[in-house]
């Protein structure tokens, strides 16, 4: 297509669900309806010559619905591929390297796991996951005496599940996060968590997304760093968020590896 008719929809290893995606711009295409202006038109010919006259042979790159068939939109949580993108070509500028004008410390922030809600701390994350979704992981976190390994598991079994649009508690897939956000708020699901043996397994220390600052603000109660450290433990990741989040994913997933590493 790039070559024959100069329409390049992006390199190949950068796109997900490839058959979905070529069936969905076919569609439009029998629909008579231009993949970038989105205007319908009479027959074919004119569509085609509108779309080479207009330099239109193109996706629209603000149509949020071809997001999920590009690799990008799945990397960081809470970040558009505007955004993502943007940061990768300033990577590609040369820049002076005592030139520190344009810089701006820009606070990390957790992303909800139910919706796009952000907070820069882990307790206005988890007030606002209370109020809006009835979904309270301190609460979880203490009556189920979870320190931060099982934590990571759980957040990232139910980061998974939302993910992929699917109630983690009846196992049901919807069409959309928001049809799933409306069934898990209507039957009280975001509080019934499933079996622990289910998300209590070590496949699920590995994250749905890269750089989820969630992930860096769990830590273990006083009690349980206290016990471990008697006990001679591995080192738990320290309770200080300051340095959590200085943490790269790739070095928390490690330890928690080797962690069950030596517990098994």
């Known amino acids: ?64 619905e071809y997001d999920r068939f590009y690799v990008i939109n799945y990397l960081e949580l809470g970040k558009s591929w505007e955004e993502v993108q943007l940061e990768d070509d300033r990577e590609l500028l040369d820049h002076q390297e005592d030139d520190w004008s344009d810089w701006e410390e820009r606070p990390d922030s957790a992303v909800c796991l139910f919706c796009e809600k952000q907070a820069e ?82 496949e699920h220390y590995f994250p749905t997304y890269e750089n989820d600052i969630l992930l860096c603000t769990l830590s273990d109660s006083e009690s349980d760093l206290t016990a471990q450290e008697q006990n001679g433990n591995i080192t738990i990741i320290s309770e200080d968020t300051s340095k959590l989040h200085a943490l790269k994913q790739t070095s928390i997933l490690n330890q928690l590896l080797l962690h069950e590493g030596l517990k098994n």
């Open 1 to 64: 297509m790039a070559r024959e008719h100069a329409f390049n929809i992006g390199l190949p290893d950068n796109i997900a669900k490839c058959n979905e995606f070529l069936c969905t711009l076919q569609k439009k295409l029998d629909n008579l309806q231009c993949l970038h202006c989105e205007k319908t038109f009479r027959d074919k010919n004119t569509l085609k010559d509108h779309m080479r006259t207009k330099q239109h042979r193109r996706i629209n790159p603000k149509n949020r």
């Open 121 to 202: 701390t882990i307790e206005k994350l988890c007030v606002h996951m209370e109020e809006a979704h009835d979904f309270d992981l301190l609460k979880i976190k203490s009556e189920l005496g979870l320190n931060f390994y099982q934590q990571v598991k759980l957040v990232n079994l139910i980061r998974r599940q939302i993910h992929q649009c699917r109630c983690y508690s009846c196992h049901v897939k919807f069409k959309s996060k928001a049809k799933l956000r409306t069934h898990m708020e209507e039957t009280k699901h975001t509080s019934l968590l499933p079996e622990r043996k289910i998300w209590d397994q070590p």
